[in-house]
């Protein structure tokens, strides 16, 4: 199944596996959130804690915990967030923008269902400042 498309059977199917998963009930609708984009294959929101002005998370519909659980076979899903990311910022006139993907506990993943955040509206600098304090 090599750069397979998702159907949205096999999408439900999938969630419907990780009952507890809070990006699961929130692309179920069961849990509200501000979305910014949906299709058929992902679901953008505003975050509820931004760290800049504009600050959404994009997330596949299809659950994939974290960047170390991608495949060949459900590769196509990040190729699809990345797909959703450039139209939002079309839609938005954003022309500046940085995507984040934290996997695992020390690099900040607290939900693990994959998720891009979306950061924009400020210029943002780059370097060993950026991280703040290393241990």
Same mark, same amino acid.
């Given at each position: 199944?090599?750069?397979?498309? =998702?159907? $949205?059977?096999?999408?439900?199917?999938?969630?419907?596996? *990780?009952?507890?998963?809070?990006?699961? &009930?929130?692309?179920?609708? /069961?849990?509200?959130?501000?979305?910014?984009?949906?299709?058929?294959?992902? =679901?953008?929101?505003?975050?509820? $804690?931004?760290?800049?002005?504009?600050?959404?998370?994009?997330?596949?519909?299809?659950?994939?915990?974290?960047? !170390?659980? *991608?495949?060949?076979? %459900?590769? %196509?899903?990040?190729?699809?967030?990345?797909? +959703? +990311?450039?139209?939002? +910022?079309?839609?938005? #006139?954003?022309?500046?923008?940085?995507?984040?993907? !934290?996997?695992? @506990? @020390?690099? #900040?993943?607290?939900?693990?269902?994959?998720?891009?955040?979306?950061?924009? #509206?400020? &210029?943002? #600098?780059?370097?060993? /400042?950026?991280?703040?304090?290393? /241990?």
């Amino acid at each position: 199944m090599i750069g397979a498309v =998702f159907s $949205a059977p096999y999408i439900l199917i999938q969630r419907r596996i *990780i009952m507890d998963c809070l990006f699961c &009930k929130i692309i179920d609708g /069961e849990i509200p959130s501000t979305k910014v984009y949906e299709d058929e294959f992902v =679901f953008a929101f505003k975050d509820i $804690a931004p760290i800049a002005p504009v600050h959404y998370l994009i997330i596949p519909k299809v659950h994939i915990s974290c960047a !170390n659980e *991608i495949t060949e076979e %459900n590769s %196509n899903a990040v190729a699809k967030v990345f797909e +959703a +990311a450039a139209k939002i +910022a079309k839609a938005e #006139g954003i022309e500046s923008y940085r995507i984040i993907n !934290n996997c695992g @506990d @020390d690099a #900040g993943q607290t939900v693990k269902h994959l998720h891009f955040h979306m950061l924009a #509206g400020i &210029k943002m #600098g780059w370097g060993p /400042e950026s991280l703040g304090k290393t /241990e």
